[in-house]
């Protein structure tokens, strides 16, 4: 089906940072398959440990212990604020547990009428029935139907509306902790601090969505990092399986312990294969100096792009983001800089606010990124002459 505009591309072969076609014209990848592969392309290690699981067991049910979900389950608890964790398969399917879980521990707890979730302009959640409410943009939503009831959207880093919007309903507050569909938009580490604070005073869940910016992207293992802030429930995908579909639910004992058996559940979520991915992804996340490399990489990165912008004013406003989930507000339309990028040989995605989304894979180097912000040069050269061209042509 149409759904997506699709490039006139296809890939028959990755290594590292690269894509190539079957004619063996040879693309630098910092979209990533939208932030997804962490590892980058035919990472010898994920490689091997899923073609070896393949071959064992791939899938068995939740009816049965899996060693393999067992063990990424307690490497996520011990990097994150978290006692237990639910696996699935997408970014919107984490979403919708979380919300689930929200209001499970809420009703358990003696407070079934808490059911609604405080979300924020420019969220993205998914594209299932309930995260097409809790993203809330009228554009997604166009033909569905009527929207899901229980969410309500405020200003981002604005505290005295989330403290306005905070009813006898409310369960709790789910947000990004840097927006990404949107346009690479941070929420400030004052305005998590507050929203915890809010939420301990008025006994609601602070649930993170760290699909695009969790599992290393930003530098740290978990964005919350940054902020010293810790939610009660967070969701993973993207990157967690370097490639492989696999989403994740962590949360505290404190939302978790209601989660009783067939309150929740997937049939394929957490199956052997999906979590032998995850585990190798974490084999190299969690490895001596590799979240220090993707800070190294990430601030010299910074540092070109914010020449590469004060270069080229007609084409580029501002670098933003954080670690290697970073963006380009353009001034030219940005599907006009990304298709100039492309015809440099290299990959981004776009985002809202017109801005050029660059998320490479964490394996990055600084050498690869000197070589993105070339092409990048490039392309916005071609772009400012053709607008040159143009405007002489209307004279
Ligand atoms: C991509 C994304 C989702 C949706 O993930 P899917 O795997 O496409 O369902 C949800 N939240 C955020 C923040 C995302 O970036």
Not at 17 to 35: K, V
Not at 176 to 205: H, M, N, T, V, W
Not at 331 to 336: G, R
Request: hydrophobic share 45%; charged share 20%.
């Amino acid at each position: 089906m149409p759904t997506f505009n699709r490039a006139d591309l296809a890939f028959e072969r990755g290594e590292g940072a690269w894509l190539y076609t079957a004619d063996q014209r040879r693309f630098l990848d910092f979209g990533a398959g939208i932030a997804v592969n962490a590892l980058g392309h035919g990472h010898p290690h994920l490689v091997r440990t899923i073609a070896d699981q393949a071959a064992r067991v791939m899938h068995v049910s939740n009816l049965y212990r899996i060693p393999q979900a067992e063990t990424l389950a307690q490497r996520l608890v011990d990097v994150s604020f978290a006692d237990s964790v639910f696996f699935c398969n997408s970014g919107a399917e984490a979403n919708e547990g979380m919300v689930k879980m929200v209001r499970r521990a809420q009703a358990r707890s003696g407070h079934p009428e808490r059911t609604r979730l405080i979300c924020f302009n420019g969220a993205f959640h998914g594209r299932t029935l309930g995260m097409l409410a809790a993203t809330g943009n009228p554009a997604y939503l166009d033909g569905f139907g009527a929207p899901l009831e229980g969410f309500d959207h405020v200003p981002l880093n604005n505290m005295n509306a989330v403290r306005a919007a905070i009813t006898a309903e409310t369960a709790g507050i789910m947000l990004e902790p840097i927006q990404g569909e949107s346009g690479i938009k941070p929420a400030e580490a004052r305005f998590l601090r507050e929203l915890r604070a809010a939420c301990d005073e008025f006994g609601l869940f602070l649930a993170f969505d760290e699909v695009q910016t969790g599992m290393g992207r930003t530098g740290r293992m978990f964005a919350y990092e940054w902020s010293g802030v810790t939610p009660d429930v967070m969701t993973l995908a993207k990157g967690i399986g370097g490639g492989f579909p696999l989403g994740a639910i962590l949360a505290t004992e404190a939302v978790a312990q209601h989660l009783t058996p067939g309150s929740h559940g997937s049939t394929f979520g957490g199956n052997p294969l999906a979590c032998a991915a995850g585990n190798a992804v974490m084999d190299v996340l969690t490895g001596e100096g590799f979240l220090a490399h993707v800070c190294t990489v990430s601030e010299a990165l910074a540092g070109m792009l914010e020449q590469l912008v004060a270069r080229h004013p007609g084409v580029f406003a501002e670098r933003r983001g954080v670690g290697l989930l970073t963006g380009l507000k353009c001034v030219v339309p940005v599907a006009q800089v990304q298709a100039a990028a492309a015809h440099e040989g290299l990959l981004c995605v776009t985002a809202g606010d017109n801005v050029l989304r660059l998320v490479p894979p964490l394996v990055v180097t600084e050498a690869e990124c000197a070589e993105a912000v070339a092409m990048l040069d490039r392309a916005a050269q071609a772009l400012s002459a053709a607008a040159e061209a143009q405007k002489e042509a209307a004279l």
